[in-house]
């Protein structure tokens, strides 16, 4: 096994991989990329979100009067690793890691080529999960892959006016975020996970849904995101 000359973490979005039924075309495309930087000498930590199918079941509990923020949270990480079983055999061709990490401590001494991550406490998404990996790993950097292109200095949705950033410190992040961490919010980074990327000295990268774009980030070529530092 060949040694990886920079450890990758990829935090992605659930909805990637289930937009509104599984889409197994990126799933494909997502397998040929993680080979193509492995290849590539490149150890690859994904960090899996739960995404749409995760709301959903989040919005049917919130029905009941009797369920907490905990509950939500708990219901979340349940739908991470669902996503997380469906990446780890459709790649267990691949030099990747037998089974689903975690918890932080456990990816101590992994040498596979790909390792797939997912949630294990409430009160943060699995961005949070993504920057304490990073931190274990000695990793400078952590790839945001979801359906968020770039940061905003409003919602583009309802906002036309609102402006595109390529580059951020993370004080102007956080100011534009909310400060607390609410299940099911969406942010580009949630605030937990912004935090402690400021503190450890994490570059997190903002990137669109686009394999190719994330392939430009990973080769140094011109690519479309926020980069936060």
Same mark, same amino acid.
């Given at each position: 096994m060949k040694t990886s000359k920079e450890t990758i973490v990829i935090a992605m979005?659930?909805?990637?991989? /289930? +937009?509104?039924s599984i889409d197994v075309g990126f799933i494909k495309k997502l397998k040929s990329m993680i080979q193509h930087f492995n290849q590539n000498g490149y150890q690859i930590m994904l960090v899996v979100g739960g995404g749409k199918t995760c709301r959903y079941y989040q919005a049917a509990?919130? #029905?009941? $009067?009797? @369920?907490? $923020?905990? $509950?939500?949270?708990w !219901?979340? /990480?349940? *739908? /991470? &690793?669902? %996503?997380? #079983?469906?990446?780890? &055999?459709?790649?267990?061709?691949?030099? /990747?890691?037998?089974? =689903?990490?975690e918890k932080w401590e456990e990816v101590v001494g992994i040498n596979n080529e790909l390792i797939i991550i997912g949630a294990w406490e409430p009160g943060?998404?699995?961005?949070?999960?993504? !920057? #304490?990996?990073?931190? =274990?790993?000695?990793?400078? &950097? =952590?790839? %945001?892959?979801?359906? *968020?292109?770039? =940061?905003?200095?409003?919602? +583009?949705?309802?906002?036309p006016d609102a402006e595109k950033f390529e580059q951020l410190s993370w004080s102007e992040y956080r100011n534009i975020?909310? *400060?607390?961490?609410t299940p099911?919010?969406?942010? +580009?980074?949630? +605030? @937990?996970?912004? &935090?402690?990327?400021? #503190?450890?000295? !994490?570059t997190v990268a903002i990137l669109g849904a686009s394999i190719e774009n994330l392939q430009n980030y990973l080769d140094g070529n011109e690519f479309e995101g926020t980069v936060i530092s």
């Open positions: 979005g659930g909805s990637l991989l /289930i +937009p509104e509990a919130s #029905e009941f $009067d009797n @369920v907490t $923020d905990i $509950d939500l949270d !219901i979340g /990480i349940k *739908t /991470i &690793r669902l %996503n997380c #079983e469906l990446l780890l &055999r459709s790649f267990s061709d691949l030099d /990747i890691h037998e089974k =689903v990490i943060c998404s699995s961005d949070k999960d993504a !920057i #304490e990996m990073a931190r =274990v790993a000695g990793a400078s &950097r =952590v790839i %945001n892959f979801s359906n *968020t292109s770039h =940061v905003y200095s409003a919602d +583009p949705r309802t906002n975020i909310p *400060t607390e961490w099911g919010m969406s942010a +580009p980074f949630d +605030p @937990v996970a912004s &935090r402690l990327a400021e #503190e450890s000295g !994490i």
